[in-house]
């Protein structure tokens, strides 16, 4: 897998409306490791792909989801597993 995909996903992925950040996993098992640094949130494998996102609490969590998948389902072949790890609010100005 080139480090292209990666950067590629991240970067559609966070552009979705209603998704705060990817997510690294409860134990930070979910990454691309590339030379000097890791994509996390982003596994790609020759099987399947995985995103794991937070999303923000206004989100819709399967329309958010479906999008994240139609988004990345563009981009590689076979299934998107898209798991949202946790559900964060929005940062207000003070």
């Known amino acids: 897998m080139s480090s292209e995909i990666a950067d590629t996903i991240a970067a559609a992925v966070t552009g979705i409306p209603g998704v705060a ?25 020759e099987s399947s792909t995985d995103i794991h996102v937070c999303i923000f609490a206004d989100a819709a969590v399967r329309d958010t989801a479906l999008r994240i998948r139609q988004a ?6 076979g299934p998107v597993n898209v798991t949202v790890e946790d559900v964060v609010g929005r940062a207000h100005d003070a």
């Not at 990817?22 to 494998?45: D, I, S």
């Not at 990345?72 to 072949?77: E, F, N, Q």
């Open 21 to 45: 950040s990817l997510h690294a996993g409860m134990f930070g098992e979910v990454g691309t490791y590339l030379p000097g640094r890791r994509v996390v949130g982003v596994r790609v494998t």
């Open 72 to 77: 990345v389902s563009g981009l590689v072949t």
